[in-house]
């Protein structure tokens, strides 16, 4: 298995941006991928953004153009640079790996949006 963990996370006022940062345990070179979800209590954890090994991302449409995924795997880190924040997107902030032994998750960091 493997650790993560989430930092970066705080209170931003809208319009703001923030950057989080999740470090792993072991080397992430072979994990399928990466990714960022975010959960509101009573509901569902839901994906923001995900790269592949292979370097290929997915994001979630609200935050298409105004976040990013920057994968670094010398430093077995993934960020999440987010941009424009909305008070909407108040939530905890959640790290994924997934390997071949299946789906690890961090502790979550939470992020608050002022309006």
């Known amino acids: 298995q493997v650790q993560l963990v989430e930092s970066g996370g705080g209170l931003v006022q809208a319009g703001g941006s923030l950057r989080l940062s999740c470090a792993a345990s072991?080397?992430?070179?072979?994990?399928?991928?990466m990714g960022w979800y975010r959960q509101v209590p009573g509901k569902q954890r839901d994906l923001v953004a995900a790269?592949?090994?292979?370097?290929?991302?997915d994001y979630a449409d609200s935050v298409k153009g105004r976040f990013t995924i920057p994968r670094d795997n010398a430093k077995n880190t993934v960020a999440l640079q987010m941009n424009s924040l909305k008070p909407e997107e108040t939530a905890v902030y959640y790290c994924?790996?997934?390997?071949?032994?299946?789906?690890?998750w961090g502790q979550g960091t939470q992020v608050t949006v002022s309006s």
């Open positions: 072991r080397s992430i070179f072979s994990f399928y991928a």
């Open positions: 790269i592949t090994s292979g370097g290929s991302t």
């Open positions: 994924n790996a997934r390997t071949f032994r299946g789906p690890n």
